[in-house]
């Protein structure tokens, strides 16, 4: 009788749940509580700091938001496409900023563009907005053809490198909302609630009452350094010729649909550079990844999709890709011993067997 009562207790659970097995990880659902219906919400996040995400690019861009927000924007200049040259210096005290770094490449800034657009027509009087393109494996002619496909009346400039590097964009889109006295009060990913309200917020400021400033340009230029895969530091001049290849780490994949055959370019290249360091111990041969959408993981994905053995290094606020001029990827340049370029390879890398003899 006990074990025919346990099998009775046992076939009454199961058909209770429905002969699903139980998850630990998933909570029973609970009734509602009526006390707790009528308790507030939450608070909405501060102005400033989007709401706790799963959002990869928000988590990409919280690195920024906790160097810039609350502090003075760093100074730089924007050249528009249309020839106009804007200074983020002649903008403060004037106007609150808004800019919006993005890629004709990049999926999300396509998809959120309507929200620009629609941000631009509400608030363009009133804010100073700028859709800033990365100036990566885009050419100004691309950034015209998207503006003109697209009916975009945003105003777009083509950066050089050194915005991107000052306002530590780490994901596209990335948007940064600076206040009329120049302090960051925003950076995000999405085109969020958050994102809009930080703009409502933006029309409270009060004209300053002494002319605000942008922190003075830095003077001369800091040591290139980059710290690579394995711990080790790499910096210039490494008193040896030397290769530098850039690359992006997501080239052979997300660029598939949005640039067709540029993954295949980004292989070939690839298994170039492995072949030709393997072939000549005296050359230092280094590989740099660009920031955007790039973390210690994704640059280990990238090292066993590609067999890459070279020694790489996340160039982490692009400063590297910025002080050579990178504008292409896959690029390769090769120095002499004393730090001088020789010769710069880009695409395939069909040529870099030919420029290398000019290194002996």
């Keep these: 009788m006990i074990r025919i009562a346990a099998a009775l207790v046992l076939l009454l659970a ?55 927000v ?22 403060v005290g004037r106007k609150p900023v808004y800019l919006k770094f993005w890629a004709t490449w990049c999926e999300p800034c396509r998809e959120q563009m309507p929200h620009l657009q629609a941000a631009y027509r509400k608030y363009g ?12 494996n885009d050419t100004v002619e691309a950034v015209r053809e998207f503006r003109a496909a697209h009916a975009i ?20 889109p990335q948007h940064i909302l600076l206040d009329r006295a120049g302090v960051v009060r925003y950076v995000g990913h999405g085109a969020t609630a958050e994102l809009d309200r930080a703009l409502e917020s933006l029309l409270g400021d009060e004209p300053a009452s002494s002319e605000p400033k942008l922190p003075a340009e830095p003077a001369g230029e800091a040591p290139l350094s980059l710290t690579l895969s394995d711990g080790t530091t790499f910096t210039l001049p490494a008193r040896r010729p030397v290769a530098l290849t850039f690359v992006l780490t997501w080239c052979d994949t997300y660029l598939v649909e949005s ?10 290249h690839a298994r170039q550079v492995e072949s030709l360091r393997r072939a000549d111990d005296g050359l230092v041969w280094v590989t ?10 994704d640059l280990d994905k990238y090292r066993k999709r590609l067999a890459v053995n070279t020694p790489i290094g996340i160039d982490e606020r692009a400063a590297w890709f910025r002080r050579f001029r990178i504008r292409d990827t896959p690029t390769t340049i090769l120095l002499d011993k004393r730090g001088a370029e020789i010769e710069r390879v880009s695409g395939r890398g069909d040529d870099l067997p030919r420029a290398l003899t000019r290194l002996r």
Aim: charged share 30%; with cysteine; hydrophobic share 45%.
């Design 125 to 136: 009087d009133r804010i100073a907005m700028f859709a800033v393109d990365l100036g990566v």
């Design 153 to 172: 009346a945003v105003p777009i400039a083509v950066d050089d490198g050194t915005l991107a590097e000052r306002f530590h964009v780490a994901v596209t």
């Design 288 to 297: 740099i990844a660009h920031p955007v959408w790039t973390s210690a993981g």
């Design 70 to 91: 609350g502090r003075p924007a760093p100074g730089g200049a924007l050249d528009v496409l249309d020839g106009e040259r804007v200074r983020l210096e002649d903008l």
């Design 259 to 268: 640039r067709p055959g540029m993954d295949e370019v980004c292989v070939a």
């Design 14 to 68: 199961c058909r209770a749940s429905d002969g699903k097995t139980a998850d630990p990880a998933e909570k029973p659902a609970q009734a509602a509580d009526p006390v707790e219906e009528r308790v507030a919400k939450p608070a909405e996040p501060p102005v400033g700091k989007p709401a706790a995400t799963a959002d990869p690019g928000e988590e990409r861009a919280a690195k920024a938001r906790e160097a810039l």
